[in-house]
């Protein structure tokens, strides 16, 4: 059973940095198609930023610029390291996967991605 495991969130001022990481396990094929999103008190979730197989990274237009995304095969690690935030950047963030053998990979389609992690919550004070 495919498990994310997401860490590093915490209260930050603005203009401030974190870095975000999801630990994967439970699966045996190549590292998943995985994405970032996040979640904002009233608000719908939204796509933050995804990996192409090939490491092409998308951003949303919010964040481009100040988040970066990557991941570390060998560790079947992902990360978001995020800088300059901004008090509208709070949210609790989540890193999802896609299923194996996905020719999707780098969508910003919510549906497309069907593991969860539990979510880790920033927080940006102006």
């Known amino acids: 059973q495919v498990q994310l495991v997401e860490s590093g969130g915490g209260s930050v001022q603005a203009g401030g940095s974190l870095k975000l990481s999801c630990a994967t396990s439970?699966?045996?094929?190549?590292?998943?198609?995985m994405a970032w999103f996040r979640q904002a008190p009233g608000k719908e979730r939204e796509t933050v930023a995804s990996?192409?197989?090939?490491?092409?990274?998308y951003y949303s237009a919010s964040v481009e610029g100040r988040f970066t995304i990557s991941r570390d095969v060998t560790k079947r690690e992902l990360y978001l390291e995020m800088i300059s935030l901004e008090p509208e950047d709070t949210a609790m963030y989540y890193c999802?996967?896609?299923?194996?053998?996905?020719?999707?990979?780098?969508?910003?389609?919510?549906?497309?991605?069907?593991?969860w992690g539990q979510g880790t919550q920033v927080t940006v004070s102006s």
């Open positions: 439970g699966y045996t094929w190549n590292m998943p198609c």
């Open positions: 990996l192409t197989r090939r490491d092409t990274p």
């Open positions: 999802a996967a896609q299923p194996p053998n996905s020719n999707t990979c780098g969508s910003f389609l919510e549906e497309r991605y069907v593991y």
